[in-house]
């Protein structure tokens, strides 16, 4: 009796959700089963189902992006402003490897034990690592909501198509400057270090380069943060290297960042 309840249950969100979304030429990121089964479990289609009552969240568009640790959707809001929806998966193990990342971290000194619980904490810790680097105006998309695995930022981007990384863009010296402000800022205003600062989670837009993907980020008082730290300098480093752009040495960029 309890199954058939809780299939009713997830059958009857599943047609909520659908209703909520307009109709977009994108693929459909809640169709029934695929959503459910293999995306989405049923306690993350609740609280989307939630956000949508909370008018958080208007309506879902579809799938952007899909990773082994997380899916990012495509929202809007009431006022039609683009929203972006990052749903951490429970179902995933690849969290576990995540721990180094917490563990050391002031800021999170009580980790329950479950894949649950330490997915839930990620969410938490990235939402709080785009709103410590927003407040201190470092360009990084802006932190609207957290709650257990999903994250709501405003979407960098337009009609649910990402902006550029900085991977796939052309790049010059300007870029290069502007990386290294980044990782600049974010150590000596924000007080953490990215922790996986890359190509790969840089966008290039219009009005310059914005950071994301700051889950990994970790406090200054982090016992590992000066390797993190040398780290994100070496990869910035040696993608500008690969484009021919001028650069730093990487020693001399840590003594400049950390002074």
């Given at each position: 009796m309890t199954d058939i309840i809780s299939k009713k249950l997830e059958s009857k969100i599943d047609n909520i959700l659908n209703s909520k979304r307009k109709r977009k030429h994108l693929e459909d990121g809640f169709k029934k089963g695929k959503t459910i089964n293999e995306v989405l479990d049923k306690r993350t289609v609740m609280t989307l189902y939630k956000m949508i009552t909370d008018h958080i969240i208007a309506y879902?568009?579809?799938?952007v992006s899909a990773g082994k640790e997380s899916v990012l959707f495509w929202a809007v809001d009431e006022d039609d402003q683009n929203v972006a929806l990052k749903i951490y998966?429970?179902?995933?193990?690849?969290?576990?490897k995540r721990e180094p990342y917490i563990l050391?971290?002031?800021?999170?000194?009580?980790l329950k034990k479950g894949t649950k619980n330490l997915v839930y904490l990620?969410?938490?810790?990235e939402h709080r690592n785009l709103?410590?680097?927003?407040?201190?105006?470092?360009?990084?998309?802006?932190?609207?909501?957290?709650?257990?695995?999903?994250?709501?930022?405003?979407?960098?981007?337009?009609?649910?198509?990402?902006a550029r990384q900085l991977l796939t863009s052309d790049v010059d010296e300007n870029d290069y400057s502007q990386a290294i402000i980044l990782l600049k800022d974010l150590y000596q205003k924000a007080k953490l270090v990215h922790g996986d600062?890359?190509?790969y989670n840089i966008f290039k837009t219009e009005n310059g380069l914005v950071v994301?993907?700051?889950?990994?980020?970790?406090?200054?008082?982090?016992?590992?943060s000066d390797d993190f730290l040398k780290r994100d300098i070496n990869?910035?480093?040696r993608f500008f290297t690969k484009r021919r752009i001028p650069v730093e040495d990487s020693e001399k960029l840590f003594e400049e960042i950390t002074k």
């Open positions: 879902v568009n579809g799938t998966l429970i179902s995933t193990s690849n969290f576990k050391g971290d002031p800021r999170f000194l009580h990620w969410a938490r810790k709103t410590q680097c927003y407040n201190a105006g470092i360009p990084v998309p802006r932190p609207r909501y957290v709650t257990n695995n999903v994250l709501a930022m405003d979407f960098v981007g337009e009609n649910g198509a990402p600062f890359s190509e994301f993907d700051l889950a990994s980020a970790v406090d200054l008082r982090h016992p590992n990869n910035i480093v």
